[in-house]
């Protein structure tokens, strides 16, 4: 589906805005950082990057650990945002999954996907589209590469999503958006087109009741 084009117009009395990491890279990465610039740019308000313990565990110890299974994480995400107060939630691949779940019992305006894990690697039958149906009815946008290991464009397009999700394609992008050199686009550019989309998709939601 197409995501309407519309100049992002965002006011501080509105969403709260919050971002959520991967599984293996926290808010210091350069996408992220990047991301989380651009996008501030151009909804003209904060937005609030949220470390899970795990994570803060890994960049205070610097050892490699794997994160608690989704749904304590989904508790712990929970339990520092407002249920009531509207939010738009944005996750970068399992943060995706923490972001959906979380439409249950938060009041969400609008989630982006920024590589939605729809499978573990070289597994397309677990695959996690329970976490998309726990959305329901809450605008979702999905940015994917069309060369991600955890859902390339062949796999989704077989597969039926809910109704509340759009999809926009990175052509030649993996999971992390790193773009493969013949389509001359560095990932700076590629982070540009994430948050211009984003931007154009949250600006286009009722996001202030």
Known sequence: M??????????V???????????GAGHGSAFL????????????TSVTPITMAYMQEIEKTGKKRPPPRLPKLVTEVGDTIDREAPVVLIGKSMGSRIIAELCRSHNVKACVALGFPFYPAKKED??????????????????????????AIEWVARQTLPNNVNLHWIEGADHDFNVLKRYNRSQD??????????ADFIASQDTNS
């Open 33 to 44: 950082q990047v991301f989380k610039r651009e996008l501030e740019a151009l909804l003209n």
């Open 189 to 198: 550019l590629v982070i540009k087109e994430l948050a211009k989309v984003s």
């Open 126 to 151: 677990k695959h996690r589209l329970e976490n998309l149906q726990s959305s329901g009815a809450v605008p979702y946008l999905v940015c994917q590469g069309t060369r991600d290991s955890l859902g």
């Open 2 to 11: 197409g995501i309407p084009c519309h100049r992002a117009t965002f006011s």
């Open 13 to 23: 009395d509105m969403s709260n805005v919050y971002l959520l990491h991967g599984s």
